[in-house]
């Protein structure tokens, strides 16, 4: 009978020891944090440099290769001028940035999206993207 005792203490405490082990193994799986991948940039237009504008409310778009989470974006730009940020029409990859009034000619904006910009992939910015545009008025405009 004493040997019937501890067999059946041992089973006890090994079904234990299991079902303890297998809990640690779930409840680690389900609460280690996620890794986010990095969002990257595929494309920006216009590019950087000058550019020959007639439209001085036209907005600069940047591509992403994953959908944006709108409300993570963060701006900055020299000289500060009122910026409207938003998501392509049909493109929800594409931020557009666009001046709340009008942008200067011969004027370098120096913009950087900064970085912590998220993804609905769980993608993140994991640096700042700098660009500079100056917006220059076409010379050869021919007048009726």
Known sequence: MLKSKKTLIIVALA??????????LVYKKTTAPVEKGEL????INPSPGKVKS?????GILFSF?????????RVVIDPSI?????????????????PKETWQ?????????????????????KNDVFYEV???????????
Request: no cysteine; aromatic share 8%; glycine share 8%.
């Open 54 to 58: 007639l439209h001085l409310t036209t």
């Open 105 to 125: 000619y011969n004027v370098n904006y120096k913009i950087v999206i900064k970085s912590g910009l998220s993804s609905i992939g769980n993608k993140e910015l």
């Open 15 to 24: 079904s234990l020891l299991g079902i303890l082990g297998y809990y640690l």
């Open 82 to 98: 009122g910026i409207a940020t938003d998501l392509a029409k049909g493109d929800s990859k594409t931020l557009v940035l666009r």
């Open 65 to 73: 290769d994953d959908p944006l989470v709108l409300s993570s974006v």
């Open 134 to 144: 100056t917006f220059e008025a076409p010379k050869d405009i021919i007048s009726f």
């Open 40 to 43: 990257k940039l595929v494309d």
